[in-house]
């Protein structure tokens, strides 16, 4: 018996970090897939919509933004549990594919994009998804 962490500890404590530092939670937009099987919707014709994927707990952080480009920079970090937790129900390999695939995120009720996300990892165990995102 070892007398390191484990990443399964880790996991665990970094959810009840999050939560007790804010406990915020956001929506990542997925496109929808759901499209209509006449002529208009085979053509794209047809909106299929977003679908929320909801994400908590959540610490936003406000980042400075300069004079020109976006009004808002914010700084998401969100459990890798919660994530990986959404990838089996969504039918996606790994938490890259998500976020590549995520049209935006939705935070008190404003849009933002997704501008960066890093991984945080201790002992190749991904806790934390750290996620910038602009106005």
Not at 1 to 16: D, E, F, K, Q, T
Not at 53 to 71: F, H, I, K, S, Y
Not at 98 to 106: C, K, S
Not at 111 to 116: K, R
């Amino acid at each position: 018996m070892g007398s390191g962490i484990c990443g399964a500890a880790l996991v665990r404590a970094a959810n009840a970090m999050l939560t007790a530092l804010g406990g915020d939670q956001v929506s990542l937009l997925l496109p929808g897939t759901a499209t209509a099987s006449d002529a208009a919707g085979q053509l794209g014709l047809v909106d299929p919509g977003v679908q929320d994927v909801m994400v908590a707990p959540v610490v936003a952080t406000n980042l400075p933004t300069g004079n020109l480009g976006p009004t808002r920079r914010i700084e998401f970090t969100l459990p890798a549990s919660a994530i990986d937790a959404q990838l089996s129900t969504l039918g996606m390999a790994s938490a890259e594919d998500l976020f590549n695939t995520a049209l935006g995120l939705q935070y008190d009720g404003d849009l933002f994009h997704i501008e960066a996300v890093v991984t945080e990892n201790f002992a190749g165990t991904a806790y934390f998804y750290v996620v910038t995102a602009v106005e």
